[in-house]
């Protein structure tokens, strides 16, 4: 049976649900996709680039394994081949993700643990300043504590960011359909009306910190690779 050719978009839009687990954004988005082919037997090879050379190992791997992941599993692709180039463990973690050896079975003797945690802190995060993102517009347009805690995720208008909000719970295994509160907390229960301001406060501190490293990785990236950097975006 020939194998159904599949085009380098579909590789692209699977990378697209790649997300850089610290700035929450997909990789393609942040340009760190420097090429993506497929060749007639199916065989995806995917170069990626980080902003820095000693972009954290950690970070970087999730990057790759979540790549070579998403890749993998479109219809047709017979064979992920994802390199991360110009980083000081891009050996090992080419290596251990092309041999699926985990994160600790790439840096033998040096990584204790798998990223598990690693990357449930950042999701933790993610839907913090996601509950800004969503509420922020309710609040300037006058919702008040009383009204924003007993606000469920039914009954926000529908948009991009009450999507990805819903995306990232779901992640973390947190209540995301219509009955679950806008506002929550971290072990998922509401919150209550008179901790609302101080709660949207680290929200918005949380969704602020995130965005400023995501310009400042777009900047760096720009810096080492020249304009070519936005152009994957």
């Known amino acids: 049976m020939l194998r ?9 839009r699977a990378l697209g649900t790649v997300l850089d687990p610290e700035l929450d954004e997909p990789i393609t988005d942040l340009g760190f996709v420097a090429s993506c082919t497929v060749s007639d037997d199916g065989v995806a090879r995917v170069r990626l680039r980080l902003p820095t050379f000693f972009c954290a190992p950690n970070f970087s791997f999730l990057m ?10 479109v219809p047709g692709i017979s064979r992920a081949e994802i390199v991360l180039e110009d980083h ?10 092309a041999a699926q050896a985990g994160f600790v079975g790439s840096f033998e003797g040096e990584a204790e643990a798998e990223l598990d945690e690693l990357r449930a802190v950042f999701l933790t995060k993610a839907v913090l ?37 819903r995306a990232r719970r779901a992640a973390l295994g947190l209540p995301h359909d219509d009955a679950a509160p806008l506002l929550m907390q971290a072990d998922g229960s509401g919150v ?11 929200a ?23 304009t070519a950097a936005s152009a994957q975006h």
């Not at 790759?64 to 599993?73: C, E, K, Q, R």
């Not at 000081?88 to 993700?97: P, T």
């Open 4 to 12: 159904p050719v599949v085009a380098a978009p579909a590789v692209r």
């Open 64 to 73: 790759v394994a979540d790549a070579h992941d998403a890749v993998s599993a």
């Open 88 to 97: 000081h463990a891009s050996a090992e973690i080419n290596g251990g993700v």
């Open 129 to 165: 300043a996601g509950q800004d993102r969503v509420a922020r517009p309710l609040v300037d347009a006058g919702a008040g504590p009383d009204e924003l805690a007993a606000l469920t995720l039914g009954g926000v208008p529908p948009s991009a960011d009450l999507t990805r909000l």
């Open 192 to 202: 209550r009306s008179d901790q609302v301001p101080l709660h949207l406060r680290r």
């Open 204 to 226: 918005r501190l949380t969704r602020v910190g995130i965005e400023i490293n995501g310009e400042l990785c777009r900047s760096l990236l720009t810096a080492r690779y020249g």
